[in-house]
């Protein structure tokens, strides 16, 4: 079956510390995006890739890196530099086909999820 | 901007209906819906383009006014299932990007 994988689905780092978090998907999806979900809170926007070695900064790309080498990949690096890494990382997929009468509805997939702790 | 959910918060007695909504400061080309389950992915319930379309499968539906830039999820005869948080999402350009809102809290009980 078709799916996103995410891991570790936990992950335990030192401060000052960059950490790289995975994400594979096989459903042939050209878009990919990654959010971070703080407790009782919405999911923000980090980064997102419509298409393979181009990606786009979203609502608080500061201290996070990302790289899309192959359409199944979009790995997340958060960096030294982001001060409150905490969170749990939910990595997303979707198609950009649209429709025959010309629009896309196609929902979002998402991975399980990595818990980054940072101590 | 983010979208804002209302309420931020319901518990309901299985059987029981509820609205959630969502509200949007910016033009809208659609509005996704999910539910999350506690320490899970969030999972895909509908997605609404603009055009004011209303959609539904089983005892759950929303509408989209698209010029109110509003979008409401009805559950309808809740289950314990229901229970969860309910974020709506939001698209207001060409890209595919979804701009999450706060979230809605369901609590189902007996």
């Known amino acids: 079956d078709g799916g996103i994988t995410q891991s570790p689905k936990y992950l335990f780092r030192k401060e000052g510390q960059n950490v790289t978090l995975s994400c594979e998907q096989n459903l042939n999806h050209d878009a990919m995006y990654w959010y971070r979900q703080d407790p009782g809170q919405g999911l923000r926007l980090i980064y997102y890739s419509q298409i393979v070695n181009d990606f786009q900064k979203g609502d608080i790309a500061e201290g996070y890196s990302v790289s899309r080498e192959k359409k199944e990949s979009f790995p997340l690096t958060v960096t030294s530099a982001q001060k409150n890494p905490t969170a749990f990382y939910l990595c997303?997929?979707?198609?950009?086909?649209?429709?025959?009468?010309?629009?896309?509805?196609?929902?979002?997939?998402f991975g399980s999820g990595t818990r980054l702790t940072v101590v | 901007q983010q979208p804002v959910q209302s309420p931020q918060a319901v518990i309901l007695r299985e059987g029981e209906d509820a609205v959630i909504n969502c509200s949007s400061s910016?033009?809208?080309?659609?509005v996704h819906w999910y539910r999350q389950k506690h320490g899970e992915a969030p999972v895909f319930l509908m997605i609404?383009?603009?055009?004011?379309e209303q959609k539904g499968h089983d005892k759950i539906s929303a509408s989209f006014n698209e010029k109110k830039q509003q979008s409401s999820l009805y559950l309808t005869a809740s289950q314990l299932s229901y229970s969860g948080t309910y974020f709506c999402?939001?698209?207001?350009?060409?890209?595919?990007?979804?701009?999450f809102g706060t979230g809605t809290r369901l609590q189902v009980t007996l």
């Open positions: 609404l383009l603009k055009g004011g």
């Open positions: 997303a997929s979707s198609t950009t086909r649209v429709r025959d009468r010309g629009y896309n509805d196609y929902g979002y997939t």
């Open positions: 910016k033009a809208l080309y659609s």
């Open positions: 999402g939001t698209v207001t350009g060409t890209a595919s990007k979804l701009t």
